[in-house]
């Protein structure tokens, strides 16, 4: 019996110190939180992360010029590939129905590099991080506008990175890369771009 | 209740995504730059590159899991550069830098479930086998991380921290269904679903059951007409289900994981009847674990964690000598806790994460009992807490040169404070080169098992015993070389301080735990990664290590000096067909009996196909294809010193996609 209600006293005192554990972080968390109520109340009316990265890249498209826009197959579809990862889920699903011009617009979503010179647009997913050099390098000389969201991609090659400052997407443009690509992007997008040389 | 808090705001999320793409496509580049996000992904700024990471990283997928065919984390493990796994016929122990205990139910390594502890709060095992609480199947990744992990994890980082990433119900989309069968009258199946909607709300349902005859076997140390001419008749089967649940709804994520493995005990273990198939074992572990990940701001993002555990363990062992009686051995295991950590950038080149940690151990409680004529021996009953703190630094010193520094303060109810640093320099002369110096100190504290288990006549509580310690000095050098060639070489040197283990007592022969060894090992690791453009990948690595205890200056039992790799895929037909091919060396090892268990050469082969059929996988595995005889030191419950492990063994398995 003693040593039964000793037992329950230790239990009761422990469950006491972990409620007040709980408790102090839990109200630590809410005056983070209260210190920033804006966000709390921002969350109902913001978009997917990657909706809005859909709709850039959709319109990224208007404003690119393939060289191979003056060959005769310029009716052919324009090829929107993610390379790994697809975080992108169902937010290109309207770009089925689109028309850029007179080229209908398709997703294609690749695991490796095969049959990756039909692209013009590859979107190189955060997952293929540890393999960028070696994709950047095949991708070399295809026409082909490299598109990211990893922090350092831009520098280490990829034309258009994308990044979030301040909640909002913002994307750099490697000049160097877009120039060895043979692309151009119309002055529209590239001043709206932190510029990255290299 | 679950079903209910999830069902609402995914039926929202899927009728508001139609509308807001079609009107984020009208907007101006202008206009979408101005367009709030909600970041799905916060965490993601923290995740580092494996030459960024304070250690020697290996990574293995699930596309390498599908196309080696590997069966549980055991067999993962095994392909790993330096690691190596014994198995006793019951539960199998990872071998790490030519340390491996026999029966130390792998306390030494920690295992992590999307972040969540696996260890049990009993005997501290994390099992690797059938008994490990996840499907493999369910593995989207395993990062292995070499060292000792304290100054971020706290006890059982020893050796290394294995940290399993579970897939996403985004990479099911749908339900799918797998079947396999294999040597032995091995049968598993599994059914599972995943779910999607939207960027942010996500869903993954499995369930898993395996049953599994086993060998009939024959054991020399048996040998007599007393005991079956050593030969164990259906005493090796072995029976697990597992479920597995994973919801995530924007930054939260609700996993629950349960798994119940039976495994008879075909050895004669802990000096039981033998051939007697009521000889087994039961583990079951199962977890709720609530996580919540945020970010505050551009530059800080917040994550919180509480969990409860369930561990439950039922021995039975039959004795044939007097009294002739069923022996049972339980033990039952609950806890709960919680996790908050801060992780910020605010301060211009500097990555700080900052976290405390609290554990409660409502039970930890072990029972031993004969059953008829009924004699209690053991019931002990404890519960404890344990709570800590942490700091990590990632400080930029120069464009190329990194230092970290962390440090995890640990308070025991039971042995009071820990304090265990881990300093770090990664430089990179050139853009493909890192060289990383790395110091690190971690514990172990005595489990409840080593603590206070005891009988009337074998073994022995010792109450005293202290944590032991492991201070560990690495350099690794890590290069890459033109396209998707890696190489990694590191050299480590560690030191163990009161290691805990069993010794017999000389008084009385009963076995006892003690902090009695000192030891301290150095070795060297080489790998070399390739990916070549046609999917054709491979790796190949050797390790050296070199083990000494101080006091008798002999090298540690189950430690050998070399161990080698190589694994390669080879594409037949692209994106199709697969052959995986591993080949896996280990030298002699010495045996507790100072015998040795003779080195061994193994070859595993599987065919591994996709997309032949539309949302088919098929694949046929051989195991051991030369069936070489080889054996595994064990502990010293047995009466044979090394036992044998499989021979040539064969496993098809189809898994389908609806």
Redesign the interface.
Known sequence: MGLNSG?KT??YT??V??SL??CS?LM??MV??AI?PS?AY??E????????K???L??FVKFVEWPDDKNTHADRTINICILGE??????F??IKD?TIGNRSLAIKRF????HIENCHVLFIS?SE???I??IL??VKGLNILTVGDT?GFANKGVIINFY???????FEINVDSLKRSGLSISS??MH?ARIIQG | MIFCLFNLPLSEASES??D???D??Q????E??????????AA??Y?Q??TEAPSSVTIITSDEIKKYGYRTLADILRSVRGFYVTNDRNYSYVGVRGFARASDYNARVLVLIDGHRVNDNIYYSASIGQDFVLDVDLINRVEIVRGPGSSLYGTNAFFAVINILTKQG?ELRGPEVSGEAGSFNTYKGRISYGY?V???ANMLLSGSILDSKGQNLFFKEYDSPATHNGSARNCDYERNYSLFSKLSYQGFVLEGAYVSRTKGIPTGAFGTGFNDPRNRTIDQRGYIDLSYDRS???QSS?Q?R?YYDNYYYRGNYTYEQDPKTINKDIGDGDW?G?E?KLLSTVFEGHKLIFG?E?Q?N?RQDQKNYDENPFSLYLND?R?S?V?ALYFQDEFQILKNLVFHAGVRYDHYETFGATINPRLALIYSPWS?TTIKFVYGEAFRTPNVYELYYQDESVFKSNPNLKPEKIKTSEIILEQ?IG??LFISVSGFYYKIKDLISQHADPADGSLIFENVENIHAKGIELEINK?W?S?LEGRVSYSFQNTQNEQTGERLTNSPKHVAKLNMIFPFI??KLFLGVEEQYMSKRKTLANREADAFFITNMTLYSQKLLKGMEISGSVYNLFGETHGDPVGAEFRQDIIEQDGRSFRIKLTYKF
């Open positions: 037992v230790r239990i422990k469950s110190a972990f554990w709980i972080i630590g968390v983070v939180m920033r966000d921002a969350q009316s913001k978009r997917g992360e990657y909706e809005v859909a709709a850039f959709y319109n697809d975080r992108f889920g169902n937010a699903d309207f689109e695991k490796t590099l095969q955060r991080k540890e393999d050099e070696h390098g095949t922090e979030i400052e301040k909640n909002r997407v913002r529209k997008v709206l | 995504t139609g807001l793409s079609s984020l496509k907007m101006s580049l202008e979408l730059m101005e367009i709030e996000v909600s970041k799905v992904y993601s700024k995740e590159k494996i985004s999607e939207g960027n942010n505050l701001g551009q917040v919180a509480i709960l919680g908050l405390t609290y409660y409502l009953k519960d807490t709570w493909k890459s396209k998707g990916k453009e999917e692209k994106e």
